[in-house]
């Protein structure tokens, strides 16, 4: 499987939030980014899509499963366009499956999996072959997907192979070391970084950023909402802005504001 084998390759078209209360952090999220929300029809435990203007779908809200000992999280979807490849490509380059394969009709088959490092994230192969076309994420969409890990520079030769991103600029983080950015075809989707040694005991993962309007109106919303800033607003190069945050059950998640 190589970078060139499909246009979807590599591609995050999905964001997923298990949380322990479905019901609060739908509410929260409509508040905060502007979302819509409805009920996905058929499915066998209930399941939430969040959908930003025009109703285009963005993310999903599922309850956490029983005895998943973890806090609640957003988890990204990155698509493929074979599923049993890319679990076997995976598996070779050292990272490992973290569930069973799950098929959802009409929507596509997928696997939660982990990285040589074991930052979690889903590989879905799409039922259909028609996707909205790609460029700059819209307000309410996933904008930003960053890495935190214990050896970035592994992790971005790993995510070359399986996904075919492409390390770009690397910014100099002094202490913490680089900051290396990685792209799609159409432009630069995140960046990967080693944990900072206060992040010891918090395992490799991925965050994911959603974009809004303002950054200091969404953080005022996340404060009136319930929600816990961790860090920001802060300017980012570029002009950007964004801030890291936590929604009342305890799922961290974060916000991109382009420059204005």
Same mark, same amino acid.
């Given at each position: 499987?190589t970078?060139?084998?499909?246009?979807?390759?590599?591609?995050?078209?999905?964001?997923?939030?298990?949380?322990?209360d479905? %019901?609060?952090?739908?509410?929260?999220?409509?508040?905060?980014?502007?979302?819509?929300?409805?009920?996905?029809?058929?499915?066998?435990?209930?399941?939430? /899509?969040?959908?930003?203007?025009?109703?285009?779908?963005?993310?999903?809200?599922?309850?956490?499963?029983?005895?998943?000992?973890?806090?609640?999280?957003?988890?990204?979807?990155?698509? *493929?366009?074979?599923?049993?490849?890319?679990? /076997?490509? /995976?598996k070779?380059?050292?990272?490992?499956?973290l569930s069973?394969l799950?098929?959802?009709?009409?929507?596509?088959?997928?696997?939660?999996?982990?990285?040589?490092?074991?930052?979690?994230?889903?590989?879905?192969?799409?039922?259909?072959?028609?996707?909205?076309?790609?460029?700059?994420?819209? *307000?309410?969409?996933?904008?930003?997907?960053?890495?935190?890990?214990?050896?970035?520079?592994?992790?971005?030769?790993f995510?070359?192979?399986?996904?075919?991103?492409?390390?770009?600029?690397?910014?100099?983080?002094?202490?913490?070391?680089?900051?290396?950015?990685?792209?799609?075809?159409?432009?630069?989707?995140g960046?990967?970084?080693? %944990?900072?040694?206060?992040?010891?005991q918090?395992?490799?993962?991925?965050a994911?950023?959603?974009?809004?309007?303002?950054?200091?109106?969404?953080?005022?919303?996340?404060?009136?909402?319930?929600?816990?800033?961790?860090?920001g607003?802060?300017?980012?190069?570029?002009?950007?802005? /964004? *801030?890291?945050?936590?929604?009342?059950?305890?799922?961290?998640?974060?916000?991109?504001?382009?420059?204005?």
């Amino acid at each position: 499987m190589t970078a060139t084998a499909s246009p979807i390759l590599g591609r995050p078209v999905w964001y997923e939030l298990m949380t322990t209360d479905m %019901k609060a952090a739908e509410a929260f999220y409509k508040n905060v980014v502007g979302w819509t929300s409805a009920p996905f029809e058929g499915a066998p435990t209930p399941y939430t /899509i969040f959908k930003r203007s025009n109703e285009a779908q963005t993310a999903g809200l599922m309850k956490r499963p029983e005895g998943m000992n973890m806090p609640p999280f957003w988890a990204m979807y990155v698509s *493929v366009p074979n599923l049993e490849d890319a679990v /076997i490509h /995976i598996k070779r380059l050292g990272g490992g499956e973290l569930s069973p394969l799950i098929e959802v009709p009409t929507i596509g088959r997928m696997q939660m999996m982990r990285d040589p490092q074991g930052a979690a994230f889903y590989i879905i192969q799409p039922s259909s072959g028609e996707q909205r076309p790609e460029g700059a994420p819209e *307000v309410g969409e996933g904008s930003w997907h960053e890495l935190m890990t214990t050896d970035a520079p592994a992790a971005m030769r790993f995510y070359t192979e399986v996904f075919g991103w492409q390390p770009t600029e690397a910014m100099d983080m002094g202490p913490m070391g680089k900051y290396q950015m990685f792209n799609r075809p159409h432009g630069m989707i995140g960046g990967m970084m080693n %944990k900072p040694p206060e992040m010891a005991q918090v395992p490799p993962n991925w965050a994911i950023y959603f974009r809004v309007d303002d950054i200091n109106a969404a953080t005022e919303r996340v404060k009136a909402n319930g929600g816990k800033i961790l860090n920001g607003p802060m300017e980012v190069p570029g002009g950007d802005w /964004i *801030v890291n945050a936590m929604d009342p059950q305890g799922a961290a998640f974060s916000l991109h504001a382009k420059a204005r």
